[in-house]
């Protein structure tokens, strides 16, 4: 053991819980993990040319796309055919939004009609997606009108559907005729048993059914309906929402399962259960599960397949870059009143030049990855990032709603995950308490890399251990992060600073007000 190795080994010892507290764990027990082997952030070179084509502006299914690319929802399907115990109907479908109410519900008309608007005024906008809110095959006439209109005035833009599966199977070939080429389908379970915890009834071939027989018709449907989509070639996504005590380690039977069946990528979501949400968890307080119980689940399926981690549980109505809402922007009322010029033409051209950007991100993380050559080590440090996309640092501290996470190592920069927070400087002010909901989103992070950031959340974030770092304002967030580490690990061996092991950190449970 080299001298630098054994300093190394020894300050691994003397890990200490930080400021916040919390036991010891975290991302330096998984440096043996290969970091290259990123789920969501599979690439060209990764995956077969035909999926990539599938997957490469998708901002849900290619983690690197979701820096570049957005997409919007439209809420044409309202009613739902099964009950979950994490769903109120006031609100969003928790399959694939947060909580919130959906502001209007559309006829196909009116959506097809804002997708054209989106389109025009976003051009990196590529997926339009149908989620909700309630379930899009318990509402197959709307939801299937408004991808075909959409589909025969804009064919560039990709049609996703997310549903509960329950109805999947009898669509899988109307999905197949109208090109929509990526299914989410929500499975939580594929016991009865645990199901029926999850899910008091179903509505299944008019009639009503509860327990476990509810649950298992619900898994069945849901299992089939994958299998059928894939042997097709439509691309599938799992979601899978983590209930402690409920369904959390039998998410990794369900991802066996959903491997099995052919199943492209599988996304984990913390369950959101705010009592003020009125669901059957939320007032039982049922309590979501921690970041990092979140990540360990995500890490133990990873060996097994693709992992999404970027997931933002957005609304049904949606509009943007993942993590941001431009939703107010298309109400219907300025949607309709808009004389829309869908050029397809600007499109392309702008979205050639996000191909060209993204190749200059792709070609520095290369270089830097490179110095990093011939480097070994145990340590592997977490890092929050501010953020507004196009994979640079290039937000200031106080107006980040949300920190995106790397995990780094002497194998690279891995994106693992994101934190939502209420901003520091709202209105303008700085909000003392803010800070502290900040730290604690991102207690298990070594440093926070932002554009730019004041003296008193500086000082704060110091108290809290958490180093502010602005030296790499604007830079590319992955090459920076291997540069920060290079630095950490020099530190490190030179005893300027002990490796400590961060403690846990807290995923926010209320509405996020865009
Ligand atoms: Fe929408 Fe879902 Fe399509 Fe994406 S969302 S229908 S696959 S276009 Fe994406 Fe939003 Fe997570 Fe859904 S971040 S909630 S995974
Ligand atoms: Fe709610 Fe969606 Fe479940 Fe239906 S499928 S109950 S809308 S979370």
Redesign the pocket.
Known sequence: MKAGDRKEATLLRVMQPTVLGGEPGGCAAKAGSRISSCGSAAGKNDLPPEVWEKIKN????SEEA?HHFA???VAVAPACNIQCNYCNRKYDCS???RPGVVSERLTPEQAAKKTLAVAATIPQMT?????GPGDPLANPEKTFATFEMVHQAAPDIKL???TNGLMLPDYVDRIQTLNID?V?ITINMIDPRVGAKIYPWIYYGKQRYTGEEAARILSERQLLGLEMLTARGILC?V?SVMIPGVNDRHLIAVNKAVKARGAFLH?I?PLISAPEHGTVYGLAGLQGPTAQELKALQDDCEGEMKM?R?????RAD?VGM?GEDRSTEFTTEKVMAMEVNYDLQRRQTYQKKIELQREAVADAKKAELQTLAGEHSRISILIAVASKGSGRINQHFGHAKEFQVYQVSTEGAKFVGHRRVDNYCQGGYAEEDSLETVVRAINDCVAVFVAKIGSCPRKGLQRAGIEPVDRFALEFVEPSAIAYFKEYLGRVRGGEIAHIQRGDAAIRQGALVA
């Open positions: 998708h901002p849900c299914y979701h997409r919007m929802h399959n694939e939004s997926v339009l997606g149908i989620a996703c559907l997310s990526h989410t996504k979601n996304n979501m999404m970027h997931c933002r549980q957005c949606a993942l």
